[in-house]
């Protein structure tokens, strides 16, 4: 075979993964919206409505692992802060203003992370990675002693508006359906956003400060202005996943945001398989069945999770994504 037919070839290989997986996505959605319709168990669709909500919160710290290099022990403070945020909204202010409700969420989620990213920006490595647990800590202090956020007893009887849509109403958020559609809706939106930006242009030099950070900055750009704004986009994402966690629980308590919690958004990040986006919604899947199986057999269920998640690790050291990537480079090979 000469090289013209092996790029022939090769080229081909690429169209039929391309096709691959527009195919599985073509699915998959088609699955996913059917799911409420064709499930007669709440139960089923409250889990998977879960797995989407954390599947979001793991994208967006792949976002910030994956792409910036940048680790958080606590991403998921991020997710408290917005949900905090939206529940006090809704229950003191205006109780059926859903869309606000959310910019607010997402607004002062955003504000507390911009100092917060200023000062972490400013280190790299471990130092990042301790400095979200100090900050983390601090919130889940905060949240834990005042008393608008109810304490250590939590934020309780958070109103759950109508989903209004350009004057359609599609029902209120506590129909399991209505919330299960919104949140999927909300999670393939946030996944778009998140898949332009990481093969932008802007993606890209994020992907260039995380191979060599000293190399960006001689050829010109402002690597801690980049890290910064990385932050940003991930907290953002972050707080849309808090928004849909309170209006999906109607509840949210301080062990929300503790660093046990945070720990498990990690696993879900590792078993999906970093610098992938849908790799971590299908680590987060993953994890939450099992925990939610497990739990319901013993009351020791954490030391079968870990156990359970050792060994995906060790034997898929890249994560679900990664059988994607060896299938591409399988067909690259031939």
Known sequence: MNSM?????????LQSIKIYKIIILAVVL????????????????????????????????????????????????????????VGIFLINIAPEAL??????????????AVPVGWIQVRTGGLAFALLTIAFGMMFYTLVWKLEITGGSDGLMGVPLPDLKIIG?????????????????????ICYIIAY???????????????????????????????KFYGW??????????????????????PPTMTIFAGAGILMMVLLGGIRSLWGPIIGACIFIYIEDYISSLTVHWKTYVGLIVILLVLFLPRGIAGLSSFMQRTVKGT
């Open 196 to 226: 332009r930006l990481v093969h932008s242009p802007f993606g890209a030099v994020l992907q260039a400060i995380r191979e060599n950070e000293e190399r960006a900055s001689f050829i010109g750009y402002n690597v801690h202005r980049y």
């Open 30 to 85: 088609i699955a996913l919206i059917s799911f409420p319709f064709i499930s007669n168990s709440l139960f089923y669709i409250k889990l998977v409505t879960s797995m989407m909500i954390y599947g979001l919160l793991a994208m967006s710290l792949d976002f910030l692992l994956g792409y910036t290099g940048l680790l958080s022990f606590m991403h998921n403070a991020y997710l408290g802060i917005s949900a905090y945020i």
């Open 168 to 188: 359609f109403d599609f029902g209120n958020l506590g129909d399991p359906r209505t919330m299960y559609l919104f949140s999927l809706a909300v999670l393939v």
């Open 99 to 112: 869309w606000l409700a959310i910019f607010i969420g997402f607004l002062g989620t955003t504000i507390i």
């Open 5 to 13: 037919q092996r790029n022939d070839a090769f080229k081909l290989g």
């Open 232 to 253: 940003l986009i991930s907290c953002g994402l972050a707080s849309i996943s808090g928004a849909l966690f309170i209006l999906y629980k109607g509840y949210i308590g």
